[in-house]
């Protein structure tokens, strides 16, 4: 390939197949502070990793609200104090329902919980775990979630 071909790929073909990364929510539900701060983990459903309650922007919600809403569907927290600001964002590839992948960047809002049902819309479906920040970051795939789970 000539370097002239080289050029219009890099500078405009390469650009136009790139899509940009599709966004989401996740929320960083924690307790205790200090050397006593854990955070709650949930499994996946399809691969059992471990994650943090994230999920897609829902109509009638903003971002945090939209996150609180997955802490209560994936991990039970019924009841907690929401920072409305977001603490950071990590990327990740998620697999869809159709098999195809989709590079998305999850908004990361803590949670303190006050109160977590052991009764939730997904509780057969999913583990939770409350460990270290540290440990936690130990458990997760994401580059981007272990620094922020490490820097919490």
């Known amino acids: 390939m000539s370097s002239l071909l080289k050029q ?9 197949l790139k899509r940009p990364n599709r966004v989401q929510v996740a929320a960083l539900c924690y307790r205790g502070s200090g050397d006593d701060k854990e955070v709650l983990l949930v499994t996946s459903r399809g691969t059992g990793r471990w994650i943090l ?3 897609w922007p829902m109509d009638g919600k903003n971002a945090a609200e939209a ?3 997955e802490a209560w569907e994936e991990a039970g927290v019924i009841e907690g104090q929401l920072d409305r600001a977001p603490i950071g ?3 990740y590839d998620k697999t869809l329902d159709t098999g195809g992948v989709a590079r998305c960047s999850a908004a990361v809002f803590p949670l303190k919980v006050e109160k977590l049902s052991a009764d939730f819309p997904e509780a057969d479906e999913r583990t939770r775990k409350w460990v270290s920040p540290e440990e936690a970051a130990d458990m997760v795939d994401e580059k981007g979630l272990r620094q922020l789970l490490r820097d919490f």
């Open 67 to 69: 996150a609180r809403e």
């Open 53 to 55: 309650p994230k999920g």
């Open 89 to 91: 964002e990590y990327s």
């Open 8 to 16: 219009a790929w890099a500078e405009v073909v390469s650009p136009i």
